[in-house]
């Protein structure tokens, strides 16, 4: 298992793994909104590999203040071997060389049963109202 930053070259592979794993997109997943992520701390976007496949990918943004974690997936033919924990653990460590304290995610309600997973990676759940506007 090989981490890489990610780049636009795995753009194809990296959209088709979020499908399959169920991830909604929207309209920022696409060529031009990737290329403009990478422009900010691009070595948080990083993918797994094995055997040259990517098997998982995972988004992290930092905003100065806040980490946040984003299209966090592991191939389904791959769950349940720990990945999704390595993957964590990588970020949260890169997370912390930027002098990133806390680090924050939101889970889609039709996704809700992902929730256990993020306990068991030490994130607890918080009453806040989450509101957003596409501008
Ligand atoms: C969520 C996801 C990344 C987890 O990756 P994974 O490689 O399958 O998980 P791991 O094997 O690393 O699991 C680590 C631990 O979490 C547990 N776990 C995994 N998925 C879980 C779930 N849905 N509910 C409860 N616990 C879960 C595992 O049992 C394991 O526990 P253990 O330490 O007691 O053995 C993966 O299931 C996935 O890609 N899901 C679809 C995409 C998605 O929903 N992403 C999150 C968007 S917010």
Redesign the pocket.
């Known amino acids: 298992m090989k981490y890489r930053d990610f780049t636009l070259n795995d753009f194809d592979a990296v959209i088709d793994l979020?499908k399959r794993?169920?991830?909604i997109l929207s309209r920022s997943d696409t060529m031009e909104g990737l290329e403009k992520k990478l422009k900010r701390d691009s070595e948080l976007f990083f993918v797994v590999e094995e055997d040259g496949r990517i098997i998982?990918a995972v988004m992290g943004c930092y905003d100065g203040r806040r980490g946040w974690?984003n299209?966090?997936?592991?191939?389904?033919e791959?769950?349940?071997?720990?990945?999704?924990?390595?993957?964590?653990m990588e970020l949260e460590k890169r997370f912390k060389k930027l002098g990133c304290e806390k680090v924050n995610?939101?889970?889609?309600k039709n996704?809700c049963?992902?929730?256990?997973?993020?306990?068991?990676?030490g994130f607890k759940t918080d009453e806040l109202i989450f509101m957003e506007k596409w501008i």
């Open positions: 979020w794993a169920g991830l998982g974690i299209h966090l997936a592991v191939d389904p791959y769950q349940g071997r720990n990945i999704g924990r390595e993957i964590i995610l939101l889970i889609e996704n049963k992902v929730q256990g997973f993020y306990e068991k990676m």
